[in-house]
């Protein structure tokens, strides 16, 4: 593994370009700090560090390589003995993709990875991803507040230019499935799993640029989200299904720029239900 210093000076080059070291964003400065945090071992800080950078920029940037944020958590919730929310952070970091492009990454997938996916989850954890707000967690599922889905799906009614005096029946696809992307976003696995079937339930036909109203479009992919909310809750027969089920639908394609993201849950999924059956 790179000793610190290297590893700083490659992130710090990423960072500098094209702006100047000493002009970095709130979340480059986090980012740095949950670094040297966990070159020194202390995995508490680090985590904390990595959570809010996550906080301020919560999508890893292919062209910055080296920011690597769900994947440091990962290691370091591990390193702290949180094997749920490790595994959380690391399905993230999976599903975004960016590690195993670079350098550092693939070290510590190489190191962690199999070790994570492997721990055995005898705690019902806080997930450490970055929320809308707190959330608790037990064995089977962790929510938002009633109040807190409700403010959510207002925002999601007036992005679909939709009238919130729409009786819930007559809401179309696009809503739900808007409104099922939001909540898996705020870390409600199960709710969003609900919201996305409803979606299906109306319109069951994916597809990429699907038209929901005027000029407004979307990649409508509600099985491939259904099985990435499964995964985070971690039924894995059920995201086997829903993935199986996506790629029956063709939802992706090797020529899609992000069919990567789909492999790699893909594999997350056989892997741990191979791992649960041995």
């Known amino acids: 593994m790179k000793t610190y210093m290297a590893i700083l000076g490659g992130v710090l080059a990423v960072f500098a370009s094209p702006v100047q070291a000493d002009t970095f964003s709130p979340c480059q400065v986090a980012y740095l700090s ?15 560090s990595f959570f809010e950078s996550i906080t301020l920029d919560p999508e890893p940037d292919a ?6 944020p769900y994947l440091y958590l990962s290691v370091s919730r591990y390193e702290q003995g949180y094997m749920r929310e490790a595994r959380d952070a690391l399905i993230q970091s999976q599903v975004y993709g960016v590690a ?9 997938l190489n190191q962690y990875a199999a070790k994570i996916m492997s721990a055995p989850l005898d705690q019902p954890e806080l997930v450490s991803v970055p929320q809308s707000s707190p959330v608790t967690v037990d064995s089977h599922s962790y929510s938002i507040s ?18 919130s005096k729409v009786s819930h029946n007559k809401l179309p ?6 409104y099922g992307k939001d909540l898996l976003e705020a870390g409600d696995s199960q709710r969003a799993i609900d919201a996305f079937t409803l979606g299906a339930n109306i319109s069951e036909d994916p597809g990429r640029d699907k038209r929901m109203y005027g000029m407004w479009f979307v990649d ?43 492999t790699a849950l893909e594999q997350l999924i056989e892997k741990n239900i191979k791992s649960n059956d041995s």
């Open 34 to 48: 949950g670094l040297e945090f966990f070159e020194q071992g202390k995995y508490q800080e680090a985590s904390d």
């Open 63 to 68: 062209e910055l390589a080296e920011y690597i």
């Open 100 to 108: 195993p492009e670079t350098e550092q990454g693939k070290a510590l």
């Open 146 to 163: 009633e109040n807190e889905a409700q403010i959510i799906r207002a925002q999601v009614l007036k992005r679909c230019a939709l009238s």
């Open 173 to 178: 696809w696009y809503f739900h499935y808007e």
């Open 220 to 262: 409508y992919l509600p099985y491939y989200q259904i099985a990435l909310a499964h995964s985070k809750l971690g039924d894995w027969e059920s995201a086997r299904h829903a993935i199986q089920t996506s790629e029956n639908f063709g939802e992706f394609s090797p020529n899609d720029p992000d069919y990567e993201s789909f």
